[in-house]
Structures are given as structure tokens and as C-alpha cells.
């Protein structure tokens, strides 16, 4: 697959599923690249690899190259079903390894299901995670992203509780340690932007998108901030979820 050139601005988004995608995904890191590209931005997403999860198979991490339109760069490290509590000791090498000049995170949704992280070890993990980041490079610009409302948390008042108190720990951390909040968990909405109640549709791509390049652009000047109105954009095609033997 054809990939632009490098740009002179390393960009490393560090993720979990909502962020890596899966089949048939155009992804929020397509929207961003092409936002900030548009705006004259030369920007070099970095990381360990380039391709979406295969979702049409039971196991997980296995490769896909099936993106909607592979026309951007597509590094990054993002992988399904990464939480904090495992990235934060291995984060150090990674930001040694591709020298980012900003790291864009968008993790935690996977702690809170999976690992049941409560509130108070989020924070010091989160901490955890900034201190070794910025071991690698002390002057690594990091922006970290709210965990979004999943149709979980619309099903259980006590999940939903959980993701509010841990995005205000986010809030504080980031106040702490001098990280820029990106606010992704104020647009998205389970219900219209994602395609399975938790993973973004192409409408959920574009809000996850401009929450990240909108603080881009307010605080260090980079691009411009998402239009608005957002477009409505085209459905991913329903066979790129299938079943592989289906």
C-alpha cells in the first residue's frame, strides 16, 4: 500500500482499540493526519507498526491492512486492548526508539473494564506512565484523552460513576504534571459514534480526531483547530466486520 512521505514533526499516538482500529476502519488517526495535512502541517506519525487489528478472527493482535483508504501514514502504537497499568512500563523505550516530539494518549477505557482499576491507582498509574515517558525525552509534549462513554457505562450507573471519577483523576494528573487534556469523552456518544457501542464509526473517528487537534492547535499552535459543523460521513461497509468464515 502507497504511504505519503515523512513529515518533520514526529507524532506518536499510543492507544488501545478504539485508537488501532480494526477491518474495514478508516480511523481516527486517518482523520487527524488528513486534518493536519490540510492545514500545511508536516507531520511524521511514529511508532512500532502500521496496520489495524483483524477483527473477523478470534484472536487478537493479529494484522490487518484492510483500512478504508490506506493514502496516509499510518505508525502508530496502539494495540487492542492495552491498558495503562501494562503500557506505563514499557513506554520509556518506545519514546527512546521513535524520538516523538508529542505523544497523543488515548488509553483507560481497558483498565476500567478489564483490569477493574479503581480511580486512585488510575492516577498513580497514569503518573507512572508520564514519569517514565518523559525519562526518554524530558521535554515530550503529552496530550491525554478522556475515556468515552461506552455502551456499558449507558447500561450500568456504577461503570458510568467509575469513568466520570477517573476522568476528573485524568484532569488532576494532568494539572499536576503539566499534560494537555484532550477532551474526547465530551463528544462521542456511544449510541451515534460508534459501530459496536464501544469502537468509533467514522463519525466517532472525526469528534476523537478534533479533540486532539483542537488542543494541538490552542496550545502550541499546530494546525488549526476541527471544523465544525461535522460532516456525516459514510457507514463502514458491514462485510469489513464479518466473520471470516461467515
Known sequence: MRKPPEGD???????????????????????FWKHLTHHGVSV??????NTLDNIRTA???????TYADPDFDR????????PYVTEKDVIEEKVAEYTPDYLLVLLGINDLFWYDVEPPQFADNLREFVTNARRAAPDLRILVGTVMETRKALDEP??????????DRIRAVAA????VVADTAREFR???????GTHPNPDGEVRIAAAFADRLADVYGLGARYPRPYPVLDAIAPEAKSPADG
Open 9 to 31: 514533526i514526529p507524532i506518536m499516538i499510543v492507544g488501545d482499540s478504539l485508537s488501532h482500529g480494526s477491518s474495514g476502519d478508516w480511523t481516527w488517526r486517518y482523520r
Open 44 to 49: 511524521d506519525l511514529v511508532g512500532p507498526k
Open 59 to 65: 484472536e487478537v493482535g493479529d494484522d490487518d491492512e
Open 75 to 82: 505508525d502508530h502504537d496502539a494495540q487492542w486492548g492495552r
Open 158 to 167: 456504577d461503570f458510568a460513576a467509575k469513568v466520570d471519577a477517573v476522568n
Open 176 to 179: 499536576e504534571e503539566s499534560l
Open 190 to 196: 456511544a449510541a451515534e459514534h460508534s459501530w459496536d
